[in-house]
């Protein structure tokens, strides 16, 4: 990815909700980074790495299945690609998933956990015909307008990452066939994240990252072309300017909402000691 430090700030200030959850002294802060590291050793093909992070992952968040689901979609694109089956990082993934479900404390406790909260919770959230249950507001759907108002930034990136993939190349470097791989693997999660954040708000939280890695990869991939493009049009000093207002909005965004919490997140978290 270009400019890494670039797209990881952007990142971080881009979306009022990943700001606002990240705020949350829960397990699921550890495993977005944890997520974004996982995808990043599938990408590469790394498979000690894919098989230590999975089973890191699955002790700290539990939708256990992110990083196979994920690593699959990667050797399905590979398999496509080189014409041969390749399943070794599924395999990976799964092994280290595998064991950390299996020598968690929780054993088999959390085969139910699982099983509730990923299917029984969001089929109730996402039924027509289910009875309010008083579920977190974080698992139900919520407006577009409002997904739009507070995540501009992965809009933006996730447009960007589609733009750069159809755009027929004029000059420069072709991008390697691995490099493919990681774009078309990061830009389907993506999407895909984009549109489970439609049916439930919890899942902005690793759209937001995953469409920035997903731009970043499809820009490094875009060959040489576009960077010289963007050279002589001073695009990356526009995306400062850019960011910088969507930053300063998000941030001011999420102290607001903060502020007028009535609850006890905020609070009685900042008072423990």
């Keep these: 990815v270009p400019a890494a430090a670039g797209f990881a700030l952007a990142c971080l200030v881009s979306s009022t909700t990943l700001l ?28 000690l790495p894919v098989a230590l992070l999975s089973a890191v992952y699955a002790l700290t968040h539990i939708a256990w ?118 774009v078309f693997t990061v830009g389907l999660v993506a999407t895909g994240f984009l549109a489970l954040s439609l049916m439930s708000r919890r899942f902005v939280e690793f759209w937001a990252p995953m469409s920035v890695l997903f731009a970043g990869l499809a820009w490094g991939a875009a060959g040489s072309g576009w960077k010289e493009w963007s050279a002589r049009r001073h695009l990356p000093a526009w995306c400062l300017v850019l960011f910088r207002g969507l930053g300063l909005f998000n941030i001011g965004e999420r102290r607001r909402i903060v502020s007028d919490d009535p609850g006890r997140i905020f609070a009685s978290c900042a008072a423990c000691r």
């Design 20 to 47: 606002y959850r990240a705020g949350l002294l829960r397990s699921h802060v550890l495993a977005i980074a944890l997520a974004l590291l996982g995808t990043a050793a599938i990408v590469r093909r790394s498979r």
């Design 65 to 182: 299945h992110l990083l196979p689901g994920i690593a699959l979609v990667a050797d399905i694109i590979e398999s496509i690609r080189s014409r041969k089956p390749r399943f070794t990082i599924t395999l990976c993934s799964l092994a280290g998933t595998i064991a950390a479900v299996l020598f968690s404390p929780y054993f088999p406790a959390n085969l139910k956990l699982w099983w509730v909260q990923n299917v029984g919770v969001l089929g109730m959230a996402w039924s027509p015909l289910a009875p309010d249950l008083g579920l977190g507001l974080e698992v139900l759907p919520g407006r577009p307008s409002h997904l739009v108002y507070y995540n501009l930034g992965p809009i933006l990136f996730t447009l960007a990452g589609l733009v750069l993939v159809v755009r027929p190349k004029r000059g420069g470097t072709e991008a390697a066939p691995a490099q493919l791989t990681g």
